[in-house]
Structure formats: structure tokens, C-alpha cells
């Protein structure tokens, strides 16, 4: 259990805070994505830098890959809080990468490889798909004991956790209870570490 109180005490201090960054994600369109690949973000909010901070990582939010052979375009399926209509459920979404990579949500972000077959880590990607279809929402107590709602480490964790393999390597993260009602999460960077990830890989950024 890895003890995070002492760097979620000045919560206060950090959610009234706004890091002012000027890079954006590039995407060359040459990646060698799969499906089931994950990918990171971390954006310039405080809520963002909060979660950075506190679990000392570069990225605060993560999402798996899914190709749409419709339209030809990766999208990104993931579980985020505070971009739906004002008064609209927070439901689970997939969008292009280009829009989870928009400037003003991300200014650094990476990809990530999951140790395992393209056949698990394509089902993967499904399960995670079948829970926009179920029209799942946002998981804002962060309970990893509810599965009828999700939060962003919660979804990958589980859509893996459902072919046999955790990406949390049982990490978890000691959380005040007003922030996470079981008192405990998984974060991203607990993911970016696993020794089930292969590697990860940042984009390149450039000066907006």
C-alpha cells in the first residue's frame, strides 16, 4: 500500500492552482498501434497536476485503444469526468485520438504496450467498448468495489483484469475518503509501471 495523505494534504492549495502550458501532443499518423494499447495524457488543470503530484508521474489519465475500420481512425476509449453537457450523465466515451489529444485537455501524453497476445489485447479493447455501449458512467467516488461505474485506471484495469491479467500489479494507493470512498485507488502510473507493460513511449510535443 503506498501512502499518499501527506502529498493530498494541500488538495485545497492544488485544486485552486492552473499550471500554464503552451506545448500540445504531436501525432505523426506513423505509430504502430494495436488494439488494446494504452494511452496517457496529462493536461495543464489542476485536478491533472493534483493527481501527477501525487503519484509522481507524468500523466493523470489514461485510455486503451480501439481502430475503427468505419471511419479508419484510432479512437480512444475512457472513463473522464467534466467534459459532458452541463446536467448530462458523465457516460464512458470513444473518440478519435486526435480529439483525447486536443491541446486544451493535453499537453503531454504517451502510448503504452500491454506483455500479451494481439488477440487478448483485442479483446481487451472490446470489453472496454461493450461498456460505452452499456452506457456506463463516470465513476466520481472512485471505488474500485462498484463495477457499475468506472473511472479511467478502473476501465483498463478491468478490461484486462477480465482476460486473466492486472495491470496494477495489486498497487494500490492509500486516498483521503472525501476523495475515494473505499480509501484506496489505482492510478495511472501504477499501469505505466506494471511489469505487465512492455514500454512506453512519449509523442513528441511542440510550442503552441
Excluded at 21 to 36: D, Y
Excluded at 124 to 153: G, H, I, W
Excluded at 184 to 196: H, L, N, R, V
Amino acid at each position: 500500500m503506498v501512502k499518499l495523505a501527506e502529498l493530498l494534504l494541500p488538495l485545497a492549495l492544488l485544486l485552486s492552482a492552473c499550471v500554464e502550458r503552451h506545448e500540445t501532443v504531436v501525432l505523426t499518423g506513423h505509430e504502430a498501434f494495436r488494439e488494446g494499447d494504452l494511452v496517457f495524457r496529462c493536461g495543464s488543470g489542476a485536478e491533472s497536476r493534483m493527481v501527477t503530484e501525487a503519484s509522481r508521474s507524468s500523466y493523470s489519465h489514461i485510455g486503451i485503444l480501439h481502430y475503427d475500420s468505419l471511419t479508419a481512425r484510432w479512437m480512444v476509449v475512457h472513463a473522464v469526468p467534466g467534459e459532458a453537457e452541463a446536467g448530462e450523465p458523465e457516460y464512458l466515451k470513444s473518440e478519435p485520438i486526435e480529439e483525447f489529444y486536443v491541446a486544451d485537455r493535453a499537453f503531454q501524453g504517451a502510448w503504452a504496450r500491454v506483455d500479451c497476445a494481439d488477440s487478448i489485447a483485442a479483446e481487451a479493447a472490446r470489453y472496454a467498448l461493450q461498456k460505452v455501449a452499456e452506457r456506463v458512467e463516470f465513476d466520481n467516488d472512485y471505488q474500485l468495489s462498484d463495477t457499475t461505474l468506472l473511472y479511467c485506471t478502473e476501465l483498463v484495469w478491468q478490461a484486462y483484469l477480465h482476460q486473466g491479467i492486472d495491470l496494477s500489479d495489486q498497487q494500490r494507493h492509500e486516498v483521503p475518503v472525501v476523495v475515494c470512498k473505499d480509501g484506496e485507488c489505482i492510478f495511472p502510473s501504477d499501469i505505466e509501471k506494471s511489469t505487465k507493460t512492455i514500454y512506453v513511449k512519449p509523442f513528441k510535443t511542440k510550442e503552441q
